[in-house]
């Protein structure tokens, strides 16, 4: 857990002397909330239905892989979705379609696995309305966008609400940032059209001012070597190795809580979130266990042995059956 995260967890003495931040910080996004509730800033439609995954605390929540199930869903119920994302950690001005070879440090980790995981197209890009109209312009026969992340983003008009939230830190101390992890006050979430819970390990979901949500297992699937990605093994059947594993992700424990319930023995190390990985950040000929968000930035220098661990996402039947109905609406 990041530095942060430690004291975004409790309230201790230094999350109270950032308290005043976090007033003024609460003032100035309560005010631009409710210039859009009251009609004084106007939300842009882009004329097709949007889904926005986002969440309301800092750092990270589950919400890509939340993303890539829900595009691979709708492919499968006959839409042709697309995806926006801001690209964070990415040095890209403007607006930019992703490609399966895009660099990450270019466009962002996340929208990199997207791509490879969906299947479909992505256009990065801060302004999210920009973006979208992007999106459609290459691409028209798109009739669905899903927004990865942008809860906070009013100014793309939405259909649909997604927040996530990991049942792990929940919402952490409840204060706002950078006194807690809060974006938004936890009364947010009654405003939300649905809130998903992501369960890694032996977490269980909270419950938020009477709101439950619905339950995301996230779990760790088949692992694959980085040089041969085609070819993939289930975690019982990997090789007998002293494993490092790395990763630079925002829940680092999340990722060695999943290797813990298929009892590999590891050695942990832990990078800051959307870390650009270097070759010499890892063993070029020892054996490495990652997150599939990691190996998209280790694809062109990873060792012989460097693998990356595939993660299944399973939401609950009654969750699938109401996005349906809601869709249909």
């Not at 857990?1 to 003495?13: E, I």
């Not at 996004?29 to 605390?57: C, D, E, F, K």
């Not at 994302?85 to 930019?96: E, I």
């Amino acid at each position: 857990m990041s530095s942060l995260q430690h004291v975004w967890a409790r309230t201790g003495v230094l999350a109270v002397l950032l308290l005043p931040l976090a007033m003024l910080f609460a003032i100035v996004s309560g005010g631009r909330r409710l210039a859009y509730r009251r009609g004084w800033l106007h939300a842009v439609s882009v004329g097709v239905p949007v889904i926005v995954v986002g969440n309301i605390t800092a750092g990270g929540s589950g919400k890509t892989p939340l993303v890539i199930w829900l595009v691979n869903w709708l492919r499968s119920q006959g839409y042709r979705p697309g995806v926006i994302s801001r690209g964070y950690g990415g040095t890209a001005r403007g607006c930019v379609e992703v490609q399966a070879d895009s660099p990450p440090a270019q466009v962002g980790d996340e929208p990199v696995l997207i791509r490879l995981k969906a299947d479909a197209p992505v256009v990065v890009g801060r302004d999210r309305v920009a973006a979208a109209r992007m999106l459609l312009e290459c691409h028209p026969d798109v009739d669905v966008i899903v927004s990865d992340d942008g809860l906070q983003h009013y100014r793309l008009r939405r259909d649909i609400e997604l927040a996530v939230i990991d049942a792990t830190t929940g919402l952490g101390n409840g204060w706002p940032l950078p006194a807690g992890p809060l974006r938004e006050p936890a009364a947010r979430l009654a405003s939300v059209d649905a809130v998903v819970q992501v369960v890694r390990g032996t977490a269980e979901p909270r419950t938020y001012r009477s709101i439950t949500g619905w339950r995301a297992d996230y779990s760790a699937g088949r692992a694959y070597r980085l040089c041969t990605p085609q070819e993939k093994l289930a975690l019982r059947d990997l090789p007998q190795h002293d494993w490092l594993a790395a990763t630079g992700i925002g829940r680092p424990q999340g990722f060695f809580a999943m290797l813990d319930r298929h009892g590999l023995h590891y050695r942990p190390q832990a990078f800051p979130d959307h870390h650009v990985f270097r070759p010499t950040d890892l063993p070029a000929g020892g054996a490495v266990l990652m997150t599939e968000k990691d190996a998209v930035k280790c694809r062109e220098f990873a060792g012989p042995d460097w693998w990356a661990v595939e993660l299944e996402v399973a939401l609950e039947n009654g969750f699938v059956r109401w996005l349906g109905a809601r869709l249909k609406q």
